[in-house]
T-cell receptor
Framework: AAGVIQSPRHLIKEKRETATLKCYPI?????VYWYQQGPGQDPQFLIS???????DKGSIPDRFSAQQFSDYHSELNMSSLELGDSALYFC???????????FGQGTRLTVV | AQSVTQLDSQVPVFEEAPVELRCNYS??????LFWYVQYPNQGLQLLLK??????LVKGINGFEAEFNKSQTSFPLRKPSVHISDTAEYFC?????????????FGQGTELSVKP
């Protein structure tokens, strides 16, 4: 069965650079969620989209932005990267009104 | 608002021994409860969930959990662990009627199974 696809799997950027993370949800899933998991931390909800509109917002820095496109894939754009942005970024997708979300393998971002 | 507390950051245990990972939650609304497992450098995999009905739920890999509403707890148990169970385990909640993928996670418990 198709799963949530995230790309790239690994990314190394320098401070003050920009990064773009991509998420391709399971086919027919209309809701996408982004999470950030710092080293030794639990995943923290960043933002979610339903039908290309932002549906909820968590602890996402102003330097980050995200969007969902017409094919339901989503991109997380991160600017002015800081060392503290080094983390594992997860994307999850679900059908609206469903209790179950499916997680991707994550993108490991390292800022040097 | 919801919060989840996993009382043990690390649990070392010998192979074939039983294990219990503790989880307590706090919420002003009704919630669904989940346990996820994360192997090193991997994503989050759903172990089991409690939505409604029987308070004892069984998941994959021989794990089970029991919802206790009065104690607001949802401990994860396995009667006999294997080396392959070594991983990080996260307890999580989501608001009933809310977005299913918006989860509040606990801090995680690192289960280390030794031979």
């Amino acid at each position: 069965a198709a799963g949530v696809i995230q790309s790239p799997r690994h990314l190394i950027k320098e401070k003050r650079e920009t990064a773009t993370l991509k998420c391709y949800p399971i086919p027919r899933h209309d809701t996408v969620y982004w999470y950030q998991q710092g080293p030794g931390q639990d995943p923290q909800f960043l933002i979610s989209f339903y039908e290309k509109m932002q549906s909820d917002k968590g602890s996402i820095p102003d330097r980050f932005s995200a969007q969902q496109f017409s094919d339901y894939h989503s991109e997380l754009n991160m600017s002015s990267l800081e060392l503290g942005d080094s983390a594992l970024y997860f994307c999850a997708s679900s059908l609206t009104n469903s209790w179950e979300a499916f997680f991707g393998q994550g993108t490991r971002l390292t800022v040097v | 608002a919801q919060s989840v507390t996993q009382l043990d950051s690390q649990v070392p245990v010998f192979e074939e021994a039983p294990v219990e990972l503790r989880c307590n939650y706090s919420s002003s609304v009704s919630v669904y409860l989940f346990w996820y497992v994360q192997y090193p450098n991997q994503g989050l995999q759903l172990l089991l969930k409690y939505l409604s009905g029987s308070t004892l739920v069984k998941g994959i890999n021989g794990f089970e959990a029991e919802f206790n509403k009065s104690q607001t707890s949802f401990p994860l148990r396995k009667p006999s662990v294997h080396i392959s169970d070594t991983a990080e385990y996260f307890c999580a909640v989501s608001e009933i009627g809310g977005q299913g993928g918006k989860l509040i996670f606990g801090q995680g418990t690192e289960l280390s199974v030794k031979p």
